[in-house]
């Protein structure tokens, strides 16, 4: 069983839906986070949790640390947004390095 | 502007050959990394480092060496390609200075036949 774990793994939406990705990991974690990736390449961070909430622009991620979960919620969602949303969480023990899930791969049609 | 600088972007190389990756970071970041992302997986960690001086193995080092002789460099150097190293590669650093956000190079498309 992976250790982060990340659903759905494919997810295709019209234009304005609300989206909700799920982050599941079975490890103690000091951080979690999101990030995007666009179809031929780049990474970019959306998201450092430790708790909490936390919220930019149409973006929401989520974190219950008891439950060992978090979610990314999309608003208004755009054709813009299609992307591949992955989720990885640092280890308090672990000098930065992180278990990566295995992305959620997002299409938003107009 | 600030940020991860990775070249090139494109290579193509024969079998036995060697090349280096370059990766500079100019947010004073301690922790740099190197990633291989193949289609339709996420990213497998080759190698990092915790500072200048420091390097040490990911889940797949094999063929592959680094060096970090200052903060903002961390090259990845290719020893004798394998079509198996065809892949995408991604330098990424984070550091206290930047909250701990992780940062991303552009990547580099790399083919070896």
């Known amino acids: 069983k992976n250790e982060v774990e990340q659903s759905p793994q494919n997810l295709t939406a019209q234009e304005g839906e609300f989206i909700t990705i799920n982050c599941s990991y079975s490890?103690?974690?000091?951080?979690l986070h999101w990030l995007q990736q666009h179809p031929g390449g780049g990474i970019v961070s959306l998201f450092m949790l430790s708790s909490g909430k936390k919220k930019h622009g149409r973006l929401i991620a989520t974190i219950n640390i008891q439950e060992k979960h978090s979610s990314l919620h999309i608003t208004a969602s755009h054709p813009r947004d299609s992307a591949v949303y992955i989720c990885a969480v640092r280890r308090p023990d672990s000098n930065y390095q992180l278990i990566w899930g295995a992305g959620t791969k997002l299409i938003i049609k107009p | 502007n600030a940020g991860v600088t990775q070249t090139p972007k494109f290579q193509v190389l024969k079998t036995g050959q060697s090349m280096t990756l370059q990766c500079a970071q100019d947010m004073n970041h301690e922790y740099m990394s190197w990633y291989r992302q193949d289609p339709g997986m996420g990213l497998r960690l080759i190698h990092y480092s915790v500072g200048a001086g420091i390097t040490d193995q990911g889940e797949v080092p094999n063929g592959y060496n680094v060096s970090r002789s200052t903060t903002e460099d961390f090259p990845l150097r290719l020893l004798s390609a394998a079509p198996s190293q065809t892949s995408v590669y991604f330098c990424?650093?984070?550091?206290?200075?930047?909250?701990?956000?992780?940062?991303f190079g552009e990547g580099s498309w790399l083919t070896v036949v």
């Open positions: 490890v103690g974690i000091s951080a």
């Open positions: 990424a650093s984070t550091g206290v200075l930047s909250g701990n956000t992780i940062y």
